[in-house]
């Protein structure tokens, strides 16, 4: 047993036993096509696994299989590589459903780490954080960018690192460094993260260590970020992460203010979030260095953060969730968004100048890249997001068969396009089992599952009691003022009605 918040937690939470190797035989296979950097198409083929690689990509199965492999018959079946999702927050869980008609101002002031840790225990934190990664491995999200601001405490940060390790899944444990007043500085935190960086179950988990920090601009304090990046060096972070925003919004973290301090052009990647409002010169800034941002197309529609300049940004662009708890929990949900989201901005430009578009801007072979080899390229992990040989084995088996993909014959316009999450019938991460047959297969899940409803019982109840708070008359500067208000009836209301919590 190991102690969390003084609540001994088994040692339950682990993936399925795997063979040493795996064989998906005689599926569709969307490989990767590293002479084109596109997708390539294998009907009849078979993906071979050994321990956490590929290590065979067939037009058909191989007569010769190393000793004791488990053959998995995919026929009719479409595999692909898992999903990567390079933005999201994973211990808010526990506040799902209870903001479906948040604002970002509001958000700020009510969910977030600025009023959380009032009430969250660190068993909390473990319990929300796991329960929101085995809903992302359902949905088959292999690799996850954690925003990981639950790093207020010592024995918060511990937890949220340890639900990453014990779910499985890919996680890039983005560890927070704030000023959180009343409670935590930056250098509070700095030897929290040291002894995190030590610990050994790090060393044999598909989890690993990042830094996420949100203020690199305007008017940074260069000791802080200086002292913060000795830290990233000293400890080899795998990724860096800011929330970049912009515009009106403020919170600016852009290239341009990373590059003024001479870390933007560095060996650790460093993940740009939502980046709504990029320069011209922020975006070749991040080409010449090869950084990428994260698009979270549900959250910039449902904040209203927008996307103004990210559709010419694609080419150092990949997918992001974010706050999980008022939407969607899936890249697939998202990628399919923005496909139409970029298609509607191209053709309206098109529209706009009284003419007709003349073809399609944006191809599902697109979307498909952003949600898998793109995420991988923004965390410099090429092996990760293809099916290729040497790549790592986080796989995706869909049900070819199912009433949503029935009669399919493009497998990659079938998965952007007409699956569901339902449609996903198996998820490999690691070259491990963690959903097969259509369910999750960890040893923890249940467990885990009747911890979090204790959990997020309690803690809905305090955020059910709370008032909502009303906007403020300003914001960074900006006059706070209500958008124009959709009305759904016809005569008088207009059907906006309640939350129902």
Request: net charge negative; charged share 20%; proline share 6%.
């Amino acid at each position: 047993m190991r102690p969390v918040d003084g609540i001994a937690i088994l040692p339950l939470f682990l993936t399925a036993v795997s063979a040493a190797s795996i064989l998906f035989k005689g599926g569709t296979v969307v490989a990767f096509n590293k002479q084109t950097q596109g997708l390539r198409v294998i009907r009849g083929g078979s993906v071979l696994v050994k321990d956490d690689r590929i290590t065979g990509v067939y037009d058909s199965a191989p007569s010769k299989l190393p000793s004791g492999t488990e053959v998995v018959d995919i026929t009719g079946k479409i595999i692909t590589p898992g999903f990567i999702d390079t933005h999201r927050h994973g211990w808010q869980t526990a506040f799902k459903t209870l903001a479906s008609n948040t604002t970002l101002i509001e958000f700020f002031g009510r969910y977030s780490s600025f009023v959380a840790p009032f009430f969250w225990t660190p068993s909390d934190v473990y319990d929300s954080q796991l329960a929101g990664l085995y809903e992302a491995l359902n949905a088959g999200v292999t690799s996850s960018l954690d925003h990981a601001t639950s790093t207020w405490s010592k024995d918060a940060s511990a937890a949220g690192l340890q639900a990453c390790i014990d779910s499985g899944a890919r996680v890039f444990y983005g560890f927070s460094f704030a000023n959180l007043t009343g409670l935590v500085t930056v250098d509070d935190l700095h030897p929290i993260f040291r002894d995190l960086a030590k610990k050994k179950d790090l060393k044999n988990s598909p989890t690993t260590l990042g830094i996420s920090y949100d203020a690199w601009g305007p008017n940074p304090n260069v000791a802080e970020i200086d002292k913060l990046m000795a830290l990233a060096k000293e400890t080899n972070v795998s990724v860096i992460t800011t929330h970049s925003l912009g515009g009106p919004w403020g919170f600016d973290n852009s290239p341009e203010d990373v590059h003024a301090l001479n870390y933007l052009n560095i060996s650790i990647p460093i993940v740009f979030s939502h980046a709504s409002f990029m320069t011209p010169e922020s975006a070749e800034l991040l080409r010449q260095t090869n950084q990428y941002i994260s698009i979270t197309p549900e959250s910039e529609m449902h904040y209203g953060q927008a996307h103004p300049s990210s559709f010419g940004l694609q080419d150092q662009a990949s997918l992001g969730i974010d706050t999980h708890i008022t939407f969607s929990t899936d890249i697939l949900t998202q990628a399919r968004i923005w496909l139409q989201q970029a298609r509607y901005e191209a053709y309206l430009d098109v529209l706009e100048q009284d003419k007709l578009p003349g073809s399609n801007p944006m191809s599902v072979e697109q979307a498909f890249l952003l949600a898998t080899r793109n995420g991988a390229l923004a965390l410099r992990r090429p092996d990760l997001g293809i099916i290729a040989e040497g790549a790592k084995a986080d796989l995706l088996v869909w049900d070819g068969t199912s009433p949503a993909l029935l009669g399919w014959v493009d497998p990659v316009a079938a998965v952007i396009l007409h699956a569901s999450i339902g449609d996903i019938e198996a998820v490999l991460v690691d070259g491990k089992w963690v959903k097969k047959g259509g369910k999750l297969v960890a040893k923890g899940w249940p467990e885990a599952r009747k911890r979090f409803l204790k959990s997020a019982e309690r803690l809905q109840a305090i955020w059910r009691g709370m008032p909502l708070p009303p906007p403020p008359p300003t914001q960074n500067g900006r006059e706070v003022v209500h958008p124009v208000r959709a009305d759904v009836l016809r005569g008088p209301g207009d059907g906006y009605g309640n939350i129902y919590i």
